[in-house]
């Protein structure tokens, strides 16, 4: 007995073509919804007022002469600020954001303590990309800020 198939009518295809385009409409409507949710916002809130102070803030963080090396080892994140002549240097009013650089879900913001001569803290961060906000304040009261990338191995 030959088995009877029935044939591809109007209605099926229009049936077909509408679940693809909803199929496509929904994980578009999806990845925005994620992207926005895990966006975590902007780094200045008027990039014009920011640019106003940018060049002197530059200059007088250019005149501190620090160089800062940033290092992540068996759960520990530490920042090495060294002067001109290489030695380190005490900062004032150290802080840190440390997350991710697509979403603020893994955010920290880890108490550095001063240990020979670096900023050491706890920070056990999973392996990947991560960026360091920092802002540390020298004796006089200039403003010392970066954004580092850091790399974690895995």
Do not use: C
């Not at 578009?28 to 994620?34: C, D, E, I, P, T």
């Amino acid at each position: 007995m030959a088995e009877m198939t029935k044939p591809l009518s109007g209605r099926k295809v229009l049936a077909i073509t509408v679940s693809a385009f909803a199929i496509i409409i929904g994980v578009n409507v999806l990845m925005a919804y994620k992207a926005v949710s895990t966006f975590p916002g902007l780094e200045v809130p008027n990039s014009y007022v920011a640019s106003q102070t940018f060049d002197a803030e530059r200059k007088a963080q250019q005149a501190l002469g620090w160089t800062l090396t940033e290092s992540h080892a068996d759960g520990q994140l530490r920042l090495a600020f060294r002067d001109r002549d290489g030695l380190p240097v005490r900062v004032k009013d150290l802080s840190a954001l440390v997350g991710r650089t697509t979403e603020a879900a893994q955010d920290i913001h880890p108490d550095f303590s001063y240990v020979n001569g670096d900023y050491v803290a706890d920070a056990p961060l999973a392996p990947g990309k991560w960026m360091i906000l920092l802002e540390a304040f020298s004796d006089d009261g200039t403003r010392f800020h970066q954004r580092l990338d850091l790399f974690v191995k895995g």
